[in-house]
């Protein structure tokens, strides 16, 4: 397997910017694995917040304590409360994880053609 394509692979599979330390590219991977680490802080930030939500109301005992009652309000706190925030983080994760992936590909093709010619 080509180093452009495992480096790719690594990007996709494990975390934006992994291909790039795969290929010693420490500044660009430390720079895609820290943007998608701050998208991530945000919506876990957010997930963790409706779980403490949901938590708080069924100790106080507004939601019934069974899998229908739970799932019906963990539907209707995604489904009904999400802001721009955590749409735009989704949109900029994945947005950032692809572009991981294309770069760390065609760096991993910039680095090999040297070696190809010798």
């Excluded at 925030?85 to 680095?111: S, V, Y």
Aim: aromatic share 10%; proline share 3%; with cysteine.
């Amino acid at each position: 397997m080509h180093r452009a394509t495992k480096a790719a692979l690594i990007s996709a599979i494990i975390f934006p910017g992994c291909g790039h330390f795969y290929l010693k590219s420490k500044l660009r991977g430390a720079a895609f694995a820290l943007f998608a680490s701050g998208c991530m802080y945000v919506l876990i930030s957010y997930a963790a917040k409706i779980a403490n939500d949901i938590s708080d109301r069924i100790l106080s005992g507004d939601i019934p304590l069974d899998i229908n009652s739970l799932m019906a309000e963990i539907t209707s706190q995604l489904y009904g409360s999400a802001d721009e925030t955590q749409n735009i983080a989704t949109f900029l994760l994945l947005g950032c994880w692809g572009i991981a992936i294309i770069d760390a590909f065609i760096l991993g093709r910039k680095l090999a053609k040297p070696a190809e010619t010798c």
